[in-house]
């Protein structure tokens, strides 16, 4: 039972009663287990372009961004603090030794030169403690220099995101990802004009510091690439929070009030959806590389887009053909070789439906937000995967889905996943306007089915809490998905602090 308190903070958050209805529905009866057709492979679901195909899909890009005003933009979520990829000194910092004990520790002061951040980490230590890094090193006063970096006297890398830390040295400087994404869009998501449109999503308590860095350092990028920077920022929105549950799958109250908490990245929906955009790159805050090592990360880049331009002006193509009413026999079977083949897109009963079923069908599956995803060989990283998919209509389609969307208690399942030969390094590029050019409403095409429920606490007390379809994942669901093998090298995360010892960030 709502109280009137309630009821006023969903209006706050713009939050309606049916929707904490349903939510709570989600906690009593959980979500299903997606049904598998197979994991994706090479031919079998995932595309791997042959030098001239690779050279076709190139000049596909090429041509879209020098011949029209086609607005791309480059969608980088970034509100996630730091705290976990600082997890490891966090808890060196509690231990009951003072010295560096386990491997992780020792690589780290081994090898403190070598991270971006040292000097200012120097001259922070110099400042609260009157000595240098190699001084309080000498003396045994590690946790001192950790406390510099992660607390708020110092650097306070611990809860600052990843966006703005300082991850690669170069020899005028250092640079964060946020400027490493600039640069990226300078080199690959430049259009006609050579404006760059780089959006980032951020939390209310960082934006004033994204903003400042921006306003620092887009000039300097803007000048050495010659582009124009247009760079927009967001929030989550209050009104895609979820309420949490007790474990009784009642609304959950801290001190008499309901308790809400963000709805994962799959949340951000609404914020690419709010975009004013023809085709957007998506890529993760973390996944970025220095400038020597950016050539493959960027020809890639190009060369899904131009996959993704390619079948776009094929599946228009096709539309208007539809729409015209004058088609023959022919090209209906050329149009549904298409979605089967290109789009990936099957239906088992598809030679059973009438004419008439048969041309709302395509155009229904023709005519929807578009992606092009990039896959990387698995190497063991956490996440999730490309599959081949059954959906609520019973057709089979791609899909990225994550360990918790599969039952892994079937054997068959779990072979399934654990033998996939691809990984999802979140590498995507979308187009989000139809063939009349009017923008698709995005909300439209998730999966409210594919959510996820994990446990925590609050106060002590125990809650559930409901995880939003993941952006790429159920979030993407209705889209035409096409995966594309990308090389490891475009896949460079920064999941703790010594991965930036990698050779790839040096």
């Known amino acids: 039972m709502l109280t009137q308190e309630d009821k006023d903070l969903l209006a706050q958050k713009g939050i309606t009663e049916k929707q904490i209805t349903e939510q709570l529905a989600c906690f009593e009866k959980g979500f ?48 996630g603090a730091a705290s976990r990829m600082f997890k490891n000194l966090f808890e060196f910092l509690g231990a009951e030794y003072d010295e560096p004990t386990t491997d992780f520790e020792k ?32 003396e045994n006063q590690y946790k001192t220099v950790v406390a510099n970096l992660l607390e708020s006297a110092g650097l306070h890398y611990g809860t600052l995101p990843k966006g703005l830390l300082k991850f690669h040295k170069y020899e005028n400087g250092s640079r964060t990802p946020l400027e490493e994404h600039l640069v990226e869009g300078a080199l690959y998501a430049a259009g006609k004009t050579g404006k760059v449109h780089v959006h980032f999503t951020v939390s209310a308590e960082h934006r004033a510091l994204f903003e400042q860095l921006i306003a620092t350092k887009s000039k300097e990028y803007a000048a050495q690439y010659n582009v124009e920077y247009d760079i927009t ?45 023809d085709i957007v790159f998506i890529k993760n805050i973390d996944n970025v590389v220095p400038d020597r090592l950016k050539s493959d990360t960027v020809i890639y880049k190009k060369l899904i887009a131009g996959v993704l331009v390619t079948l776009q002006k094929q599946a228009f193509e096709y539309l208007e053909l539809l729409d015209s009413g004058t088609y023959s026999h022919e090209q209906i079977e050329e149009i549904i070789r298409f979605v089967q083949q290109q789009l990936f897109c099957r239906k088992s009963d598809i030679k059973n439906l009438e004419d008439g079923d048969l041309v709302l069908y395509l155009k229904r599956k023709l005519n929807r937000p578009m992606r092009v995803c990039g896959m ?27 360990s918790s969307q599969i039952d892994m208690n079937d054997p068959e399942k779990k072979e399934m996943f654990e033998k996939g030969t691809h990984f ?51 979030a993407m669901s209705d889209w035409n998905t096409v995966f594309v093998e990308v090389p490891l090298s475009t896949f460079n995360p920064v999941k703790t602090v010594n991965d930036l010892l990698r050779e790839q960030h040096q």
């Open 32 to 79: 299903p287990y997606l049904k598998l057709d197979g994991a994706a492979s090479i031919g079998k679901g995932i595309m791997a372009p042959d030098s001239e195909e690779q050279k076709k899909y190139l000049a596909a890009w090429d041509q879209y961004t020098s011949g029209s005003c086609n607005k791309i933009v480059k969608f980088v979520p970034a509100s």
């Open 233 to 277: 920022l967001s929030e989550q929105k209050p009104s895609t929070d979820t309420v949490a549950a007790d474990m009784e799958n009642k609304p959950f109250r801290d001190k008499g009030k309901l308790l809400f908490r963000p709805g994962g990245h799959g949340a951000l929906i609404e914020n690419l959806n709010d975009l004013d955009a």
């Open 424 to 474: 999802n390094p979140v590498d995507l590029v979308c187009a989000v306007r139809n063939y009349k050019g009017d923008k698709f409403n995005l909300v439209d095409y998730v999966d409210k089915a594919t959510g996820f429920i994990s446990y925590k606490s609050k106060n002590g007390k125990e809650l559930k809490a409901l995880e939003l379809p993941g952006l790429w994942n159920g």
């Open 107 to 138: 690589k780290f002061f081994t090898h403190i030169h070598d991270f971006a951040f040292y000097d200012d980490l120097n001259e922070v230590c110099k400042k609260n403690q009157g000595k240098d890094v190699p001084e309080l090193i000498k």
């Open 376 to 402: 990387v060989k698995n190497v063991g990283e956490p996440g999730g995967g490309p599959f081949l998919a059954y959906n609520q209509d019973g057709t089979v389609s791609l899909q990225i889905l994550e």
